[in-house]
Every structure is written in structure tokens, then in C-alpha cells.
């Protein structure tokens, strides 16, 4: 038998195309396919290696009908891949249902901790009563603990047992994670002239742990100086204060205290509102039917000094309170603990 021309063979390549692509069943399928023609391997391309074998005068014209078989497979290739999109398609319709009716989830939303509501709402009360708000760093210098506030060099808050000291650089040089607010005042006093009226909200830190105590609590410090501050200020303000937090039949009592920066110095007990007095086991009164919120009293004379202000002219109240113990009696709360254990179900009931 004879051998084929090369247009014999062309247009036998030709013939092919329309079935070879229908016959295709994946994507995987049809590349094959298409590389069975166009590929460097291809048909098309060798047919057209034998363009030497014609006459001069045909080349050309054969030349053109490759390429318009390349055509041809161009459109046969898209077809066939339309047919396996729309084939998929059917299938899925035709499948097993998709269930779009079960509810959606909600995202949970995040909200603010109770011990920051109530310290909110808190400074709402100082800033309209006029008092400022500032802060400071939680680690310190001890001068600011404790020395410029007028405590004795021998005071047990001093102690590695009851307060955390950083390693030092220096033997003179003492730092320490605050234990209260009181540093705030006085690094407004030193930074400031008189007047002043302030509250200094922040974290502090002691080595205590119980229901009641936490080693990291949060106060708020209360700084009021000006030439004629008397206690009935204080009590004025205190009293405000609180019954403007608990409403106005809330009990409270005045009790004389010592702290070495007050004199004379007092604590402020609110009821317990956990239990109201009726528990004599209760873990947050401890029975007392009272719970102490804030230490307080009248700027001692010596703090005066060591920031600068004349004790002759000026006169002041300063009061500091814990945001936590006000936020278990505002939420009744009975172990402080459940306030830093982050449980989202407990934090999330208040
Ligand atoms: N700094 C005291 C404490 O933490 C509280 C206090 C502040 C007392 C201001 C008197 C005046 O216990």
C-alpha cells in the first residue's frame, strides 16, 4: 500500500478530532487529548514536519489547513470542557440535598471586666464631684512606697515577706511592684503645686491569698489638697461617693486607723451585701457584717514636706480603696479569686 500523503494524513488527523474530544470524561482526559494533537509529540506537529515532501506551490495552503485544525481543536477542546462543567453541575443537583435551614452561629462578644465596669463607674462619680484623674507606674522606687509617705525604716511592709522587691543594681537603689496607689500622690504632689483634686486608679501588689486578698489587686487613690481641706470634706466626699455606688440607704461607718501618711487616719467599712450580717460564716465579712473598702485621713505633715508643699498653708484628705473588694459587694461576689480565673461562663453571668 502506498504511503499516505501528508494531506492524506492531515485530513485524517482531522476527522478524529470531534470524536476523540467527546469521548473525554474528566479534565485529566482532555489534556491527554489535546496534547494527542497539539502537543510537542503531537499529530498536528509532526504532519507538519513533512511540509518538505510538497511541491513548492502547495506549502502554503497546507500550511493554512494545519493551523485550521489547530482551530478545530481549540473549539472542540472548549466545548468539551463546557460539557464536563455542565455535567458536574447535574450531578450535584441531582445529589443529596444540602441542609441550609440549621441556625447560624452567633459570634460571642467579648465585653469589659466587672473589676473595669465598676472602676468606671467609679471615676464617673470622682469626675463629677470635680476630681482629675492620673496614674502611674506599677513598679516604683521605694522612696515613693514608702519613705516620702513618712513610713519608719523598720515598718513589716517593707519586708521581702510582704511586698515584692525587684533585684536591684545598687544597694541604694530599691524597686518594687507598688503596693498601693499612695506613689501616685506623690508624684502628683512632687510634679504639681497646689491645689490638687485627683483619683489614681491602677494595679497593686502584695504577698497575700485568700477569698478576700489577691496578690494583684486594683485600687483607687483619692488626693485632695488646698488651704482649708477638713475631715468633713473627706467624709463629705466618701459618703457621696458611696451612696451615689450603693444608693442612699447603704450603711457605712467611719473607724479610726493608723497608716504612717494620714494622721488622723480612718478605714470605711461598707455592709456586707453579700450577706447582710445574717451569716456568721460568711467568707467575705468573715461574720463581721462588714467589709472594709478604703483606708483614709488627713495628709500627714511630713508627706508634705518631702514633696515640697509648706504644712503651715496647706491642708489635705487622701483615701485609697479597693476596686475589687466593691466590685464583689456591687456584684455580690464571695471569693475574689473567681474574679481572676477568667472563666467566660461566671464573667459572662454578671
Ligand atoms: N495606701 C493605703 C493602703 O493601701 C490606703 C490609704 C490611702 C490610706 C490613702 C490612707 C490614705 O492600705
Redesign the pocket.
Known amino acids: 500500500m502506498a504511503q499516505e500523503t501528508p494531506i492524506e494524513e492531515l485530513d485524517a488527523i482531522a476527522r478524529g478530532v470531534d470524536e476523540a474530544f467527546a469521548a473525554a470524561r474528566d479534565d485529566n482526559e482532555l489534556r491527554q487529548v489535546t496534547a494527542r494533537f497539539s502537543g510537542r509529540e503531537g499529530s498536528l506537529t509532526r504532519v507538519m514536519k513533512r511540509i518538505p515532501e510538497l511541491p513548492g506551490a502547495e506549502r502554503k495552503s497546507f500550511g493554512q489547513r494545519v493551523n485550521e485544525v489547530k482551530g478545530r481543536v481549540e473549539r472542540a477542546l472548549a466545548t468539551a470542557a463546557e460539557r464536563l462543567r455542565s455535567e458536574a453541575r447535574a450531578k450535584e443537583l441531582a445529589g443529596p440535598a444540602i441542609d441550609i435551614t440549621l441556625p447560624g452561629r452567633r459570634p460571642r462578644l467579648g465585653r469589659v471586666h466587672p473589676i473595669m465596669r465598676t472602676l468606671h463607674e467609679i471615676i464617673d462619680v470622682f469626675s463629677s464631684l470635680g476630681f482629675d484623674v492620673a496614674e502611674g507606674p506599677e513598679v516604683d522606687h521605694a522612696e515613693n512606697n514608702f519613705d516620702r509617705?513618712g513610713f519608719p525604716p523598720d515598718h513589716p511592709a517593707m519586708d521581702m515577706h510582704d511586698s515584692f522587691f525587684l533585684p536591684s543594681r545598687t544597694p541604694s537603689d530599691r524597686v518594687l511592684l507598688r503596693?498601693?496607689?499612695?506613689t501616685v500622690?506623690v508624684r502628683e504632689m512632687l510634679s504639681h503645686p497646689p491645689p490638687v483634686q485627683v483619683v489614681m486608679p491602677g494595679a497593686?501588689f502584695r504577698r497575700d491569698d485568700d477569698a478576700t486578698h489577691s496578690p494583684m489587686f486594683f485600687?483607687l487613690?483619692?488626693?485632695m489638697v488646698d488651704e482649708d481641706i477638713t475631715l468633713a470634706h473627706l467624709r463629705g466626699v466618701l459618703e457621696a461617693f458611696l451612696h451615689r455606688l450603693f444608693g442612699a440607704n447603704v450603711k457605712t461607718r467611719f473607724r479610726a486607723?493608723y497608716?504612717p501618711?494620714?494622721e488622723p487616719?480612718?478605714?470605711m467599712d461598707v455592709e456586707c451585701l453579700i450577706c447582710h450580717g445574717h451569716n456568721p460564716a460568711c467568707r467575705v465579712c468573715k461574720g463581721t457584717s462588714w467589709l472594709e473598702i478604703?483606708?483614709?485621713?488627713m495628709?500627714h505633715p511630713v508627706v508634705f514636706e518631702s514633696v515640697g508643699y509648706d504644712p503651715e498653708r496647706y491642708k489635705g484628705?487622701?483615701?485609697?480603696?479597693?476596686i475589687d473588694r466593691l466590685t464583689m459587694l456591687r456584684y455580690g461576689i464571695g471569693d475574689i479569686r473567681h474574679l481572676f480565673e477568667n472563666d467566660v461562663r461566671f464573667l459572662g453571668s454578671l
Do not use: I, P
Request: hydrophobic fraction near 45%.
Open positions: 509617705l503596693t498601693h496607689t499612695s500622690q497593686v485600687q487613690e483619692g488626693l486607723s497608716f501618711f494620714v487616719g480612718a478605714e478604703l483606708g483614709c485621713g495628709v484628705f487622701a483615701f485609697g480603696m479597693g
